[in-house]
């Protein structure tokens, strides 16, 4: 059975830092390509960054330069490092895995609230 959990989401002033976590399991981590999608209400889920299996990076070009993403195999888990956060960014954060040919799975989310 597939998992992922996320953490590390909370509230956090304009201009400041958090680190997402996504811990998989299930998987075959070391080949899954992952990533992040944020919805902010009312709005649709959208790419926020994905890192292949071999560390090929991915950024939406409104987080490049201030969000990071890495992941760490010995550990089945991905990271997103945000810096510089803004009120806009404010979202439910989902982890993401695709594995195999064609699978796909989404962790349940974790809030992320900026305020101005």
């Known amino acids: 059975q597939v998992q992922l959990v996320e953490s590390g989401g909370g509230l956090v002033q304009a201009g400041g830092s958090l680190r997402l976590s996504c811990a998989a399991s299930g998987i075959t981590f070391s080949i899954s390509t992952m990533g992040w999608y944020r919805q902010a209400p009312g709005k649709q889920r959208g790419l926020v960054s994905t890192?292949?299996?071999?560390?090929?990076?991915n950024y939406a070009d409104s987080v490049k330069g201030r969000f990071t993403i890495s992941r760490d195999n010995a550990k089945n888990t991905v990271y997103l490092q945000m810096n510089s956060l803004k009120p806009e960014e404010t979202a439910v954060y989902y982890c993401y895995a695709r594995y195999g040919l064609t699978s796909t799975n989404w962790g349940q989310g974790t809030q992320v609230t900026v305020s101005s």
């Open positions: 890192i292949t299996g071999s560390g090929k990076t």
